[in-house]
């Protein structure tokens, strides 16, 4: 988009934009401020003749506007496509706390006076912004900390390149240390943000939902906020998961006659044996929702579900509701029934095999496909996930036939894997087998490995995108039945290069627009190196009550709306007198998409204080 209005703040000597017109397509308006009076540079030559060239050209210039109070100064609100600030400082031998809270003021003002779209760029001298962009970079204490400060008035940065005297010829940068000498610019770097969406869209949503003939609201899980109906894998989206699973699903159909099943079942089996390998299955690392039932003519909520919805719930029948583990405000949960609603969120895809192995439709010899979102709680990490897309494969082989089938079947997606994963790789280069398939203790079932080619020091062992199941509790004279399971979410992860498994559910639409439909390329970020916050909590547990960790690191990724990117255990201590034992763990915070504050992460923190003390009894100390 070519930006149709300028603003230009603390221009000293007005060369930069005196320059800068000359550079710039018809039609742009350029408003040029500077923070003196226009009396105090009628000693000074230089600003006076790029005045008068401003002049001549009809440019709008502004006296004593003060940066940190735009929409004041301006009147102006939403107006600018892009600001720039050239080399801010607040004079003098000012400190780097000065300077910060200088940045920080601008970047609050910034967001009353820029269009939805924007941009503010903010040249800075070397190894003031503190980021790994800077040659060499300073310590984080000793810098300008340029992008916490933008968190503060809602910006992420976006970009960052080399400040270039050379684009705007006749631009003379000064104001040093409040005097009329130059700022040392070598090194300097253009750093380029702009607005992040707000937190305040990640808060549950409610939902309806009619299951047989009655209708029904439930509240999205906090911990998976943001993250239900989200239709990722349905037409038209470009989104990586649907475009690797379509991949996926072509490359097999030359090999295979396919058949694709609509993600229209239950949540969990009714009864009966589960084709789930030891552990999938596990309802105490199960999402629950509690239903309340609603009128059919209520007023429709933040989402309301049909059929194609009730892929993400159990059916219910008139009167039965399933059984909660942990209570939920039902009473005796584990011995009876629950007098309420209560329903658990599917954790695998494969709770599904079985019915469909039952289904009249079942197509020996044909390879079943179902694919479609699955939710179960996990321990935060950056490569597990509470919510992904699975796609599940279904063959039945003759048995007299079996050993040859299942190694066909395994190349042929071999070799598939191995050539998503590396699609975007630079030509000629050379890369060892990436997939491997790893047999269980068994001898029937695999875990399918991948090589990481490019996560970085947190990945430095094979990741787990998915499984082979060969199914022992369905029977058939002539047939056996494999089951193969592939993390969709993972598995695009490795495909486009995307490291942070978060960004995969944004709402920010410049996500989708770096991708094109069908084709695989390695993702650029919009969200440059996001500042990181570290709170430490310790505990006094609860003897009578118990601690769950997994419930730990759910209400820590609930509370703060999956910005926690690791939780480490300290240590435990007892108590020599009373032996009661205290817990310490330290939290990250940070994000990958969004504007993240010192001050809202410590906002997170004292909730998340509150919580654990009152879900799971513990004291705080």
């Not at 911990?223 to 989206?237: D, V």
């Not at 695989?520 to 960790?549: Q, T």
Request: charged share 20%; with cysteine.
């Amino acid at each position: 988009m070519v930006p149709r209005r300028l603003l230009l703040v603390g221009e000293g000597n007005f060369s930069f934009a005196a320059s800068l017109i000359d550079t710039l397509e018809p039609g742009v308006r350029v408003t040029a401020t500077c923070l003196q009076h226009r009396a105090d540079l009628q000693g000074d030559p230089v600003a006076l003749e790029n005045l008068r060239r401003l002049r001549e050209r009809g440019i709008e210039v502004r006296f004593a506007v003060d940066c940190t109070q735009l929409a004041q100064a301006l009147q102006a609100h939403g107006d600018f496509d892009r600001i720039y600030f050239n080399f801010p400082h607040c004079g003098r031998k000012a400190g780097v706390a000065r300077n910060r809270a200088l940045l920080a003021k601008f970047f609050q003002s910034c967001a009353d006076v820029l269009a939805k779209d924007g941009e503010v760029h903010v040249a800075l001298c070397r190894g003031q912004g503190g980021t790994p962009a800077d040659k060499p970079q300073r310590e984080w204490h000793n810098s300008w900390q340029v992008v916490a400060m933008a968190a503060l008035g809602g910006f992420i940065l976006s970009d960052v390149h080399p400040f270039r005297c050379g684009a705007v010829p006749g631009y003379k940068c000064t104001g040093y240390r409040s005097q009329d000498k130059p700022f040392h610019i070598e090194g300097a770097l253009n750093h380029i943000f702009t607005k992040s969406l707000p937190f305040e869209g990640s808060q549950p949503r409610t939902f309806r939902v009619r299951l047989e003939d009655r209708w029904f609201s439930f509240a999205e899980p906090e911990a998976l906020a943001g993250k239900l109906n989200r239709r990722f894998l349905e037409a038209p989206s470009c989104h990586p998961v649907r475009t690797i699973n379509e991949k996926l699903i072509a490359e097999l159909g030359k090999t295979f006659p396919l058949k694709r099943l609509k993600c229209l079942f239950p949540l969990l089996p009714r009864g009966g044996a589960s084709v789930l390998p030891p552990g999938t299955n596990d309802l105490l690392s199960a999402f629950w929702v509690s239903l309340h039932e609603d009128s059919p003519h209520s007023e429709a909520l933040s989402g309301e579900i049909t059929q194609e919805m009730e892929e993400v719930l159990v059916s219910v029948s008139e009167r039965t509701f399933a059984k909660s583990p942990a209570g939920d405000g039902c009473s005796g949960a584990h011995e009876g029934i629950c007098e309420e609603a209560t329903l658990c969120l599917r954790s695998s895809l494969l709770v599904h095999g079985e019915a469909i192995l039952h289904s009249p439709d079942f197509l020996p010899g044909s390879l079943h496909i179902l694919s479609g979102p699955v939710f179960r709680k996990c321990h935060i990490s950056p490569f597990m996930m509470p919510a992904f897309h699975e796609t599940l494969f279904l063959l039945g082989l003759n048995k007299n036939m079996e050993e040859n089938c299942l190694s066909s079947l395994l190349d042929h997606l071999k070799g598939i894997l191995d050539n998503l994963l590396t699609e975007t790789l630079l030509e000629g280069s050379i890369v060892s087998t990436l997939v491997e398939f790893v047999l269980q203790p068994n001898g029937k079932d695999y875990i399918i490995h991948v090589k990481p080619l490019s996560f970085g020091p947190d990945c430095t062992e094979n990741l787990i995108i998915g499984s082979v199941v060969t199914s022992a509790t369905v029977t058939h004279e002539h047939q056996c039945f494999v089951f193969v399971s592939i993390n969709l979410d993972l598995l695009a992860m490795l495909a486009y290069d995307i490291s942070d498994w978060r960004i995969l559910w944004t709402f920010d639409g410049r996500f989708l627009r770096r991708f094109a439909p069908g084709k695989i390329e390695r993702f650029k970020s919009y969200s440059l190196y996001p500042p990181h916050y570290v709170h430490d909590i310790s505990f006094w547990l609860d003897e009578k009550k118990g601690f769950n960790e997994l419930e730990f690191h759910t209400i820590a990724r609930a509370v703060s709306q999956d910005t926690i990117i690791s939780v480490q255990f300290l240590g435990r201590f007892q108590h020599p007198e009373t032996e009661q034992v205290s817990l310490c763990y330290r939290l990250i915070y940070q994000t990958c998409d969004k504007a993240l504050s010192l001050k809202l992460a410590a906002a997170m923190q004292s909730r998340l204080r509150e919580e654990i003390q009152r879900q799971l009894h513990v004291l705080l100390r």
